[in-house]
C-alpha cells in the first residue's frame, strides 16, 4: 500500500499479486475485485482485462458469486460450474469463456463498503483443500490494509472539500472586505452587494467574490493551511 500513489492503485496492485500468488504453471488464476456500496457492485481492480470481463458478466445479470459474496459477506466457492444450480445462465456464460470454477471471499472492512476477491480457474475443483485456505489466509492478512486504504481515502476527500470550502470562504471573506472599504460599508450590506451581484449575473458567490479580489491586480485570496 505504501508504495501505491492512490487507493485505485493499491487495488491494482492487490488483484495481480492475488492472481500471482495463487497462479501454478498452466493455469493462471483471473481476479478481480468487487466494491459493493449504495446497492450497486462494480470492479474496482483486476489483474487483467480478461478479469474484468469475468466481473462484468455477473453484472449484466444482476448478480453472481462475487456480487453475492461482497454484498452478504459470505464466501461463495463454485468448484465446477457444470454443477451450478444457484446460478445456471450466468454459470453457463462464463463457462463458454473456459472458466471451470470460482472462488469468491469477502474482504472485512469497515462501515458501509463491502469487497470481495474474485477468483477464477479453468481447472474444476481449483480451489479445493490447499488452494482455499492460501486464499484465506491472503484475504485476511490483506484485509487490515485494504481497510487502512479505504480509510485514506475517506480522509483525503474529507480534507480535500475542506480545504476547498475554506479557499471560498477566504475569497468571500476578502471580497466583502474590499467592498466594505470601496462603499463605506458595514459587513452585513457589504455581503448583500455581493450576493446581489451574484443573482442578478447568474454566477455563483464565490466565482463574483474571486473577480472582486482580482480586480485589485493582486491576484486570488490564498488561504494558508498549517500542515
Not at 468448484?79 to 454459470?91: F, K, N, T
Not at 490447499?130 to 487490515?144: H, Y
Not at 481497510?147 to 476527500?157: G, K, P
Not at 443573482?199 to 464565490?206: D, G, Q
Request: charged content about 20%; hydrophobic content about 45%.
Amino acid at each position: 500500500m505504501l508504495a501505491s500513489s492512490d487507493v485505485e492503485g493499491f487495488l491494482c496492485e492487490l488483484a495481480r499479486v492475488s492472481a500471482r500468488s495463487l497462479s501454478e504453471p498452466g493455469d493462471g488464476i483471473l481476479c478481480g475485485i468487487t466494491l459493493f456500496r449504495h446497492r450497486k457492485a462494480a470492479t474496482v481492480a483486476s489483474s487483467s482485462p480478461a478479469a474484468q470481463a469475468m466481473d462484468e458478466i455477473q453484472y449484466a445479470f444482476g448478480d453472481g458469486p462475487c456480487v453475492t459474496a461482497s454484498r452478504e459477506q459470505e464466501t461463495v466457492h463454485i468448484p465446477e460450474l457444470e454443477a451450478c444450480g444457484r446460478w445456471p445462465q450466468y454459470a453457463a456464460t462464463v463457462r463458454g469463456h473456459g472458466v471451470r470454477s470460482i472462488l469468491a471471499l469477502p474482504f472485512l472492512l469497515d462501515g458501509d463498503t463491502r469487497a470481495a476477491l474474485n477468483l477464477y480457474s479453468r481447472r474444476p475443483g481449483r480451489f479445493d483443500g490447499r488452494a482455499m485456505e492460501l486464499a484465506r489466509d491472503f484475504v485476511s492478512q490483506t484485509s487490515m490494509a485494504l481497510r487502512l486504504a479505504v480509510r485514506f481515502a475517506h480522509y483525503s476527500d474529507t480534507a480535500a472539500n475542506l480545504k476547498a470550502t475554506l479557499e471560498t470562504r477566504t475569497s468571500i471573506d476578502v471580497a466583502v472586505g474590499i467592498i466594505m472599504a470601496q462603499n463605506r460599508c458595514s459587513q452585513a450590506a457589504a455581503f448583500e452587494l455581493l450576493k446581489s451581484a451574484s443573482a442578478a449575473r447568474n454566477i455563483k458567490l464565490h466565482v463574483v467574490a474571486a473577480g472582486v479580489v482580482e480586480s485589485l491586480g493582486q491576484g486570488p485570496a490564498r488561504t494558508h493551511f498549517e500542515g
